[in-house]
Structure formats: structure tokens, C-alpha cells
């Protein structure tokens, strides 16, 4: 055995708005035995599948349009208005999991663009997220996920420049001084959630900590690559895994020293269980 010392990050596991989201779920899934999500209710496949089995069901929008006289939960990543108006046509009930920070974004950047406020969303293309805050402008604010895009895009001598909540300080922050150097007046607002920004603060020295690092998160998260590329660059043995099975015994040696750590997506009983898999290696 290779006998190695493992150690849960005690900052990682879900963020409160994914907490929420699921524990919305599994309220209405114990009282009724079915629910619709529009949407993974989080982007870890695990987490998803345990609540299936609760009977929660996926749907996309298309389905969404076709159902009538049903529960559906909105998870943590928010909507945008024509999501809540085929509800009330359809006389759907939403069971509504928008995290309040999203929220609390959505209402700026709509308050924004009806004074007439040019919106430039910084995040990921086709993200829920990002589809919720475009959504508050009509489907008319540009939606920049990387820098050399800004070259693909008329810009507007003046613009106000929000974020998608989980992406990394210093790209928005160096986002915001490229588009000031080339001429435009930018309205910025760091709309970052603070929950996840604070982690790359302290996934830092957890990541210089340890010998080895397991970054245990959903291939589908966005958060989960950012934090990935934050302890990949404070430790190049990191290595991430959706769960036990993607685990290699060649990875580590001898007494190793193991961090384990994760995107707020992804849930403890995971870390847990890949902590429990490494120390019998």
C-alpha cells in the first residue's frame, strides 16, 4: 500500500446557492415522488444521477414548451423572462432555485439596459447563467468568453461591462483594462460571486500545501475549471477526476501527501468518496 496522507479541503463541497437548489429539490421530491429540472440541477453527472433515482427528471426547453399542469425547478443558475412567461401559459408551477446573487446580477443588468446602457456580458457561451443575464436585454447584449473576440464585435464607445458570477478575478479585471485601452468607456461592475472568488484565494495555499492535488468536479462545470486551472497553477501535479473510477494509483507514490478539493458543485459525499478510495491505494 502506498499508505498516502489524503486531506479534504475544508472550503470546498457545494456553494449556498447549489445547497439550496438541491435541498428545493429534495423537499418537493419527498412530498410528491416526481419532479421536472429545467436543466442539470448542478453540473456533477454523480450528484445528478443520486437525485434522479429520487425521481427528479431533466428537461430541456423544448420539452418545457410542450409540458402543461407540472413542477419544474429552476436550479441555481437562474432564467431568463421567457422561461417564466411559458409557465404561466403553460400553467406550470416553477419551484424557483435562482441563487439570490444571480438574481441580484439579472436585476442590474436589466435596470442597466433599460436606460439605454450598451451590455457587454463577460462568461460562457450557452452557459445558463449567461443565457439568463442575456435574456434581461432581449437578447441584445454582447457575450464575450474570450478576449481575442473582442476583435469579432462592434464596440460601442461606451458599454457597462458584468460578469458571469463564477469566472476568475483577474481575466475580468484585465478584460475590463484591455477594453479601456482600446478606447471604450466602460461602467464596471464586479459581479463575481464572492464565495467563489474567495476560493481561488484559498485554493492557492491548499494546492502548495499537499504533494499532490485531486480536483474532483463535473466535466461540465465552468466553475470547475476555473478553480482546476487555479490549483494547476499552484501545484503542476494536480489532476482532475469526475469520481473514484478516473482515479490512477500511478499518479502518487510512497507517503504522498494528498490535498482533495472541488468545484461548488461538486458534493462532499464525492470528495468522500474518492478520499476513501485513494487511502486504500
Given at each position: 500500500?502506498?499508505?498516502?496522507?489524503?486531506?479534504?479541503?475544508?472550503?470546498?463541497?457545494?456553494?449556498?446557492?447549489?445547497?439550496?437548489?438541491?435541498?428545493?429539490?429534495?423537499?418537493?421530491?419527498?412530498?410528491?415522488?416526481?419532479?421536472?429540472?429545467?436543466?442539470?440541477?448542478?453540473?456533477?453527472?454523480?450528484?445528478?444521477?443520486?437525485?434522479?433515482?429520487?425521481?427528479?427528471?431533466?428537461?430541456?426547453h423544448d420539452k418545457?414548451?410542450?409540458?402543461?399542469?407540472?413542477?419544474?425547478?429552476?436550479?441555481?443558475?437562474?432564467?431568463?423572462?421567457?422561461?417564466?412567461?411559458?409557465?404561466?401559459?403553460?400553467?406550470?408551477?416553477?419551484?424557483?432555485?435562482?441563487?439570490?446573487?444571480?438574481?441580484?446580477?439579472?436585476?442590474?443588468?436589466?435596470?442597466?439596459?433599460?436606460?439605454?446602457?450598451?451590455?457587454?456580458?463577460?462568461?460562457?457561451?450557452?452557459?445558463?447563467?449567461?443565457?439568463?443575464?442575456?435574456?434581461?436585454?432581449?437578447?441584445?447584449?454582447?457575450?464575450?468568453?474570450?478576449?481575442?473576440?473582442?476583435?469579432?464585435?462592434?464596440?460601442?464607445?461606451?458599454?457597462?461591462?458584468?460578469?458571469?458570477?463564477?469566472?476568475?478575478?483577474?481575466?475580468?479585471?484585465?478584460?475590463?483594462?484591455?477594453l479601456e485601452k482600446?478606447?471604450?468607456?466602460?461602467?464596471?461592475?464586479?459581479?463575481?460571486?464572492?464565495?467563489?472568488?474567495?476560493?481561488?484565494?484559498?485554493?492557492?495555499?491548499?494546492?502548495?500545501?499537499?504533494?499532490?492535488?485531486?480536483?474532483?468536479?463535473?466535466?461540465?462545470?465552468?466553475?470547475?475549471?476555473?478553480?482546476?486551472?487555479?490549483?494547476?497553477?499552484?501545484?503542476?501535479?494536480?489532476?482532475?477526476?469526475?469520481?473514484?473510477?478516473?482515479?490512477?494509483?500511478?499518479?502518487?507514490?510512497?507517503?504522498?501527501?494528498?490535498?482533495?478539493?472541488?468545484?461548488?458543485?461538486?458534493?462532499?459525499?464525492?470528495?468522500?468518496?474518492?478520499?476513501?478510495?485513494?487511502?486504500?491505494?
Open positions: 500500500m502506498k499508505q498516502l496522507k489524503v486531506t479534504i479541503d475544508e472550503h470546498s463541497g457545494f456553494c449556498f446557492g447549489v445547497v439550496y437548489a438541491i435541498q428545493m429539490a429534495e423537499d418537493y421530491l419527498n412530498e410528491y415522488g416526481k419532479l421536472y429540472c429545467l436543466g442539470d440541477i448542478v453540473h456533477n453527472e454523480e450528484e445528478v444521477e443520486r437525485l434522479k433515482a429520487k425521481g427528479l427528471e431533466i428537461i430541456d418545457l414548451q410542450s409540458l402543461h399542469h407540472e413542477r419544474v425547478l429552476i436550479r441555481a443558475h437562474g432564467e431568463p423572462p421567457e422561461t417564466y412567461k411559458i409557465a404561466l401559459d403553460n400553467d406550470i408551477e416553477l419551484i424557483d432555485a435562482s441563487c439570490p446573487v444571480v438574481l441580484k446580477l439579472q436585476n442590474r443588468v436589466r435596470e442597466a439596459y433599460s436606460d439605454n446602457t450598451p451590455i457587454l456580458i463577460y462568461g460562457k457561451h450557452g452557459h445558463a447563467e449567461v443565457n439568463g443575464l442575456k435574456g434581461q436585454t432581449g437578447g441584445n447584449a454582447i457575450v464575450i468568453e474570450k478576449f481575442e473576440e473582442l476583435d469579432l464585435v462592434q464596440l460601442p464607445k461606451k458599454l457597462a461591462l458584468y460578469s458571469q458570477t463564477t469566472k476568475r478575478t483577474k481575466n475580468l479585471y484585465a478584460l475590463k483594462a484591455e482600446r478606447g471604450v468607456e466602460v461602467d464596471f461592475n464586479d459581479t463575481l460571486c464572492r464565495q467563489v472568488s474567495n476560493r481561488d484565494i484559498q485554493l492557492r495555499e491548499f494546492a502548495k500545501q499537499h504533494e499532490k492535488i485531486v480536483f474532483v468536479s463535473g466535466r461540465k462545470s465552468s466553475n470547475g475549471k476555473v478553480l482546476f486551472d487555479v490549483c494547476k497553477d499552484n501545484n503542476a501535479e494536480t489532476y482532475m477526476v469526475s469520481g473514484v473510477s478516473e482515479l490512477n494509483p500511478e499518479w502518487f507514490s510512497p507517503n504522498n501527501s494528498v490535498g482533495i478539493c472541488g468545484a461548488t458543485s461538486t458534493p462532499l459525499w464525492l470528495m468522500n468518496d474518492v478520499k476513501n478510495a485513494l487511502e486504500k491505494f
